[in-house]
């Protein structure tokens, strides 16, 4: 019997999030990252008596749909899974039951769904610091809730928030983070990206193809992955004062 976790996480958090549930549930953990665009996920095998802890960010109240692409070519088998969407604060709508529907229809039995929360991968100031001591502590008092449902073989699927859409998702368009004079062009942020959208010889981004994840901007050795001037001064402000009050994680089994 193994435990897998498998994450979409290209700035991080998201990975935080799901690292404290793994620590607490399992002794070992085999890793996927479907951030890698050079893997060959319909190679990874679970089998029936596995379990998965399956974390993904919210983009717009929505699973990523490059996240959702990958995930669909990992063969399920009947392993159990753990369910995680990770927020910015403000919402993440219908995203568990997009991460649910898709879950069940590659072969995973989903036991437990958490919504937890990061730092907004673009307004980094909004759920700044976050997943912090407490929302670890809660996620920790989680999996303890979660392990007693595994031990009980309780494949009861949770009844999780909002609805699967039916039209497949897309990336906010224009959103590409442009290198600024103080790239290095150390090729790192090309190399890096989910979906291979950044030219190795300029360092910029092609807006057909990139999906607005930040990781270029976050892994940046020197800082010179911007954003416009029109988010950063207006965007950046308006989702601070809708994300304003603190959310808290959340459990569904």
Known sequence: MKFYEITFSPTGGTKKAADILTQALAEQAIEVDLCDRNVDFAATGLESDDTALIAVPSYGGRVPQTALERFRAIPGNGARAILVCVYGNRAYDNTLAELMDTAQKAGFRPVAAVAALAEHS???????????????????????????????????????????????????????????????????????????????????????????????VSICPVGAKKLGRVFTNFGGVALSVLCANRKECELFL
Do not use: F, W, Y
Request: glycine share 8%.
């Open 122 to 216: 673009i307004a980094r100031k909004v759920a700044a610091g976050r997943p912090d001591a407490e929302d670890e502590k809660s996620l920790r008092e989680m999996a303890v809730q979660i392990r007693q449902k595994l031990a009980a073989a309780d494949l009861t699927p949770p009844q999780v928030p909002g609805k699967a859409p039916e039209k497949p998702g897309h990336a906010m368009p224009g959103m590409g983070p442009e290198a600024s004079a103080a790239c290095v062009k150390c090729g790192l942020c090309a190399e890096k990206c989910p979906v291979g959208a950044i030219d190795p010889v300029t360092m910029n981004p092609d807006n057909k193809k990139c999906i607005s994840c930040m990781r270029c």
